[in-house]
T-cell receptor, first 112, second 114 residues
Framework: KNQVEQSPQSLIILEGKNCTLQ??????????LRWYKQDTGRGPVSLTI?????NTKSNGRYTATLDADTKQSSLHITASQLSDSASYIC???????????FGTGTSLTVIP | NAGVTQTPKFRILKIGQSMTLQCAQD?????MYWYRQDPGMGLKLIYY???????DKGEVPNGYNVSRSTTEDFPLRLELAAPSQTSVYFC?????????????FGDGTRLSIL
């Protein structure tokens, strides 16, 4: 069964600290993995998209890694800011059919 | 840039009523999608379209209908609203389903069925 699991479910960190969010998937055959940021009351916004051949991709203070062999991805946030408080969603697509498998997200709260 | 625009933002319906959720995009994207997001759950695909005149079912299509008469618009129709359809509905679009194409989401319609 194609699934995407994220951990932790929620996380609270101090402003300025780093954090890492995890995504494990069973989707096969794999096409790409996306990380989205969803602010409260808003739609998801794309942070990174990674294909099978990519190990690391950065977008400012956000760095995503992908290990296609172990089917794991992580999103590392450096020097967190209050505006990083949001839900972070991992989405995996197979290379067959028009489908996206969404994780339930990690809720990140950055406190001063 | 307007991007993806959804209307209305909020709506309360009575059981058995019907309504249409509107979605419009101004990016000339071929692909459009409707998702629902329930508390504590990942987004679920309701319907999608790969171009004007072409629609297909997603994972949870029951109780919904769609049409795609133009590239820009992709309305979602609820017939005979049921409490189980209480959710946040997101419309999204992308240039293609290609492996490096992001989906652009609207800000959602929050729908309650009472």
């Amino acid at each position: 069964k194609n699934q995407v699991e994220q951990s932790p479910q929620s996380l609270i960190i101090l402003e300025g600290k780093n954090c890492t969010l995890q995504c494990n998937y069973t989707v096969s055959p794999f096409s790409n993995l996306r990380w989205y940021k969803q602010d409260t009351g808003r739609g998801p916004v794309s942070l990174t998209i990674m294909t099978f051949s990519e190990n690391t991709k950065s977008n400012g203070r956000y760095t995503a890694t992908l290990d296609a062999d172990t089917k794991q991805s992580s999103l590392h946030i450096t020097a967190s800011q209050l505006s990083d408080s949001a839900s972070y969603i991992c989405v995996v697509s197979p290379n067959t059919g028009n489908q996206f498998y969404f994780g339930t997200g990690t809720s990140l709260t950055v406190i001063p | 840039n307007a991007g993806v625009t959804q209307t209305p933002k909020f709506r309360i319906l009575k059981i058995g009523q019907s309504m249409t959720l509107q979605c419009a995009q101004d990016m000339n994207h071929n692909y459009m999608y409707w998702y629902r997001q329930d508390p504590g759950m990942g987004l679920k695909l309701i319907y999608y379209s790969v171009g004007a005149g072409i629609t297909d079912k997603g994972e949870v299509p029951n109780g919904y209908n769609v049409s795609r008469s133009t590239t820009e618009d992709f309305p979602l129709r609820l017939e005979l609203a049921a409490p189980s359809q209480t959710s946040v509905y997101f419309c999204a679009s992308s240039y293609s389903i290609g492996f490096n194409q992001p989906q652009h989401f609207g800000d959602g319609t929050r729908l309650s069925i009472l």
